[in-house]
């Protein structure tokens, strides 16, 4: 046994000073813990000394150039992007709308002819505005709302003597409530256009222009771009003659149903059917029971010399007459007749117009009328925009008016009395040239001339002179 006792001696020496030395360790290893936190608080609020500190100085500090651009620029950005988001909502509002305007101005002077035998000028000035709204549809037909406002002030060449038809300046206009710068509603209807394969019928309902839709020409029937003389504008005796017998300003209520056939694209054919009021009724106050009525068929096709044209034949029955259109008796009687429209590009530059209207009743002033021309672009002499517009008018008196002329009275029918013989036909002429200024103004000097007023050929020619300034939008 004494030999595990002698090496269990210094084991228990060991173990004996291990225990001495535990308090001695222990007090040791608790002061360093206490020391480092109280180093650790120490540090600690001194970071928050200088936290507190740094906030003071940001919130003293004022913001410099740099802050300042960086801000600038930053609100730049948000009022771009509000500013789109406004642009983006509005053209969802007016998505499908188109509007257009314009104003023509014309100044003219008589050389000869006057009923006063010297010269004679006028000014005039005509401003339109149109909107279209698209207006909802029905299935697969699309609806659209037209509005047409106009307004002006000015005759034109009023002291001349009467002429069958001619109109020297047909873009006088003015309102006869004796306020001539009031704006009046000149057109509103309702379009209705409906696909069938590929054909299109149209519906148009409300206060129309009919020239609008029957008699048109490429070329020759707008007289704020082209001829001035209403003989050329339209059919003379569905215009100035009378039997469109539409409000003073030229507008009529009525109804318009046409089919187009678009299957041999480009080429098409058009029929249209136009019933409108009669009499009074242009003007909103008559009855519809007998109304104008006219029918036309279109063609436009590029058979020809390989280049476009578009040919029109028409025919119409009017209910009843207004006296002292064209007639020159007092009577209100059925008038018909039938006419021809046709414009074809025979050249580069190049085309040519003709009209011809024919009249069935005998107690028309004239019965006949033919006009014919060309437009020829200015691409020959350097100037593409521009245009040359030449036309030839001729207008042919009835017998029974040879006969009844010298016997009427000025004051019923306006046909001047004294002296008035028409013996034939009379005959007009126009030449113009437009000069494209820029995108939106065109300048046109004009010349007219009118042989055999009124079928007189004891008449002095009536010449004119002009100058026509149109802005358009």
Do not use: C
Not at 204 to 225: M, R, T
Request: charge should be negative; aromatic fraction near 10%.
């Amino acid at each position: 046994m004494a030999r595990p006792a002698k090496h269990l001696a210094p084991v228990a020496a060991l173990l004996s000073s291990l225990i001495i030395s535990l308090p001695a360790r222990a007090e040791t290893g608790t002061e360093q813990v206490l020391q480092e936190l109280r180093r650790l608080s120490e540090r600690m609020a001194q970071l928050e000394a200088d936290n507190r500190r740094l906030k003071d100085e940001l919130a003293a500090r004022k913001p410099g150039a740099r802050e300042k651009e960086i801000v600038s620029r930053l609100e730049d950005v948000e009022r771009q992007v509000t500013s789109q988001d406004k642009k983006t909502r509005l053209l969802d509002a007016v998505e499908g709308v188109s509007a257009s305007a314009s104003l023509v101005m014309v100044g003219q002077t008589a050389l000869s002819g006057t009923v006063g035998g010297k010269d004679e000028s006028r000014v005039n000035y005509r401003a339109d505005a149109e909107i279209e709204l698209p207006a909802g549809s029905i299935g697969d037909a699309r609806g659209e709302l037209f509005a047409h406002f106009r307004m002006g002030q000015g005759n034109g060449l009023g002291f001349m003597p009467p002429t069958l038809t001619s109109t020297t300046n047909s873009t006088a206009f003015a309102l006869s409530n004796g306020d001539e710068t009031a704006v009046m509603l000149a057109q509103a209807w309702y379009e209705l256009e409906m696909p069938v394969g590929e054909s299109e019928v149209e519906l148009y309902v409300g206060k129309i222009d009919p020239f609008g839709h029957f008699d048109q020409n490429d070329i020759a029937d707008d007289e704020s771009a082209a001829f001035l003389n209403n003989v050329f504008v339209h059919n003379p005796l569905l215009d100035s003659g009378g039997d469109i017998d539409v409000d003073a300003y030229g507008f009529a209520p009525g109804l318009i149903l046409s089919w187009r056939d678009n299957s041999q694209s480009p080429d098409y054919w058009k029929a249209s059917v136009g019933l409108f009021s009669s009499g009074q009724g242009g003007s909103w106050d008559s009855d519809l029971s007998r109304p104008f009525i006219i029918g036309q068929v279109e063609a436009g096709s590029d058979a020809l010399f390989g280049r476009e044209g578009a040919y029109r034949l028409y025919a119409w029955e009017r209910g009843r007459a207004t006296p002292f259109a064209n007639e020159f008796d007092s009577t209100t009687a059925r008038h018909s007749g039938w006419g021809v429209s046709a414009n074809q590009q025979v050249a580069e530059h190049v085309t040519v117009f003709g009209r011809y209207g024919h009249s069935h009743s005998s107690k028309m002033r004239f019965d006949k009328a033919l006009t014919m021309g060309a437009e020829i672009g200015g691409a020959y002499w350097g100037r593409e925009e521009d245009r040359i517009g030449l036309a030839a008018g001729w207008a042919d008196t009835t017998q029974s008016f040879r006969a009844a002329a010298p016997v009427l009275d000025a004051d019923s029918d306006g046909v001047a009395d004294f002296g008035y013989a028409p013996d034939g036909a009379e005959q007009q002429y126009e030449i113009y040239y437009d000069w494209k200024a820029n995108d939106y103004l065109e300048l046109s000097p004009d010349f007219q001339w009118i042989r055999n007023p009124g079928g007189d050929s004891s008449r002095s020619d009536i010449a004119v002179v002009g100058l026509r300034a149109t802005v358009s939008y």
